[in-house]
């Protein structure tokens, strides 16, 4: 049956072409009985369709690229470059030279005792003491400071953590708190508040500084440029106050610690606690070591995240360390500073290996073992 198109006025009456015909005809059973809604909506989906497609393909490409299949000269390989600092699983990462388990190549120093680091790890795997937030003043600090500390830098962290260790009772942080002598905001601490807090304490006969801590005490200023005579207070809380001012917000290297949170690398870790040890020492002496150090990195880790294959330096000097390098090797030995801290990172992979844990929360296993067995542990 042929078909031809209506007659028109004026117009000359053509058969179309067959192909163009029974394609027509074709479709025009789906369709006809289709609403003008319902074309509008598959005429939508089939656009939307088509924009998929053309995504998929720029993601694909874009993958390409990315996984180095277009080099740019014949036999080069353009493979990514691994990043000491690059993030990996959290089971994966180093304190030593911050890359994974079979990548790294440091090694302790040799003659080390495998059977103490092995029965540390054994006991780490019973022990309720998991981790540093099971003691009591570090539990007490991350409730209170945790959600507070998440937008403050580093630099104000490690001065409230300096705070917290000299005076480390639950009931003066809160106080801290709520009285406002924690500003949360530059300039970071009202000392006339915090003085207040600690001396309406003292004379209450409240306990201020525990007894669980090596004591560090302010016992000089050194006389700064530009100043002729040094006026260090007689009070032991007001004393006690100034140390804290000196050594947790004068003496900090604040410059670094802003780059290390805006890139966090090995370098700037290192030459942040190396440069505030140094700072401190040239402002005073008496109030800060290798011990209260190693505290305040404590805290600073309960209520912040901290990458630990940024670790590149650690106080090697605390007394639970100083005796496990000689529970480790016998005889003296002369190991520096890079010595011991392998040391540290050998007991950390180890019992990382057991259990997974973070840098802090090993190493606090040496001093834990050694309180249990004198009885002086004070748990959560």
């Known amino acids: 049956m042929k078909y031809y198109a209506p007659y028109k006025a004026g117009a000359v009456a053509q058969a179309p072409d067959a192909h163009k015909t029974r394609r027509m005809m074709k479709l025009l059973p789906r369709f006809i009985n289709m609403t003008p809604e319902q ?4 005429r939508k989906r089939k656009n939307q ?37 690059e993030r ?3 089971r994966k990462d180093r304190p030593c030279c911050g890359l994974r388990y079979d990548k790294c190549t440091c090694k302790a120093p040799p003659g080390m005792r495998v059977k103490p680091v092995n029965a540390l ?4 795997l019973y022990t309720p003491l998991n981790t540093v937030q099971d003691t009591t003043d570090v539990s007490a600090w991350q409730d209170l400071m945790r959600d507070r500390c998440k937008a403050l830098p580093t630099s104000a962290i490690l001065g409230y ?16 708190v709520k009285e406002k002598a924690f500003i949360f905001r530059s300039p970071w601490v009202d000392w006339k508040k915090l003085e207040k807090i600690i001396g309406r304490n003292k004379k ?3 306990v201020i500084r525990s ?14 440029s530009g100043h002729s005579k040094v006026n260090v207070p007689k009070s032991g809380v007001a004393r006690d106050v100034l140390a804290c001012k000196l050594v947790g917000f004068a003496a900090m290297p604040v410059v670094v610690c802003d780059l290390y949170d805006s890139a966090p690398s090995r370098d700037l870790w290192k ?3 190396q440069q505030w040890l140094s700072q401190v020492n040239r402002t005073c002496t008496g109030a800060m070591g290798h011990y209260y150090m190693k505290c305040c990195l404590d805290r600073l880790f309960a209520v912040k995240d901290i990458n630990s294959g940024t670790v590149s330096w650690w106080p090697t000097q605390c007394p639970s360390y100083v005796t496990w390098y000689k529970n480790l090797y016998r005889g003296s030995k002369d190991f520096d500073e890079e010595d011991h801290f392998q040391i540290l990172c050998a007991i950390y992979r180890k019992l990382n290996g057991a259990r997974c844990c973070s840098f802090p929360d090993a190493l606090a296993q040496t001093c834990w073992s050694m309180k249990e067995e004198k009885g002086t542990l004070e748990l959560k």
Request: positive net charge; proline residues 1%.
């Open 49 to 85: 369709q088509e924009h998929r497609r053309q995504c998929r393909k720029e993601i694909s490409r874009e993958a390409k690229k990315q996984k180095g299949r277009t080099p740019k000269h014949r036999g080069e390989k353009n493979k990514k470059k691994r990043i000491a600092t």
């Open 39 to 42: 074309l509008q909506r598959r």
């Open 121 to 124: 790890a054994k006991r780490f």
């Open 161 to 176: 953590s300096y705070i917290h260790v000299v005076f480390n009772q639950q009931g003066l942080l809160k106080a801290m």
């Open 88 to 90: 990996s699983l959290k």
């Open 204 to 206: 209450q006969k409240r």
């Open 271 to 273: 030459a942040m606690l």
């Open 211 to 224: 007894s669980n801590f090596h004591a560090a005490t302010l016992q000089n200023v050194m006389l700064q």
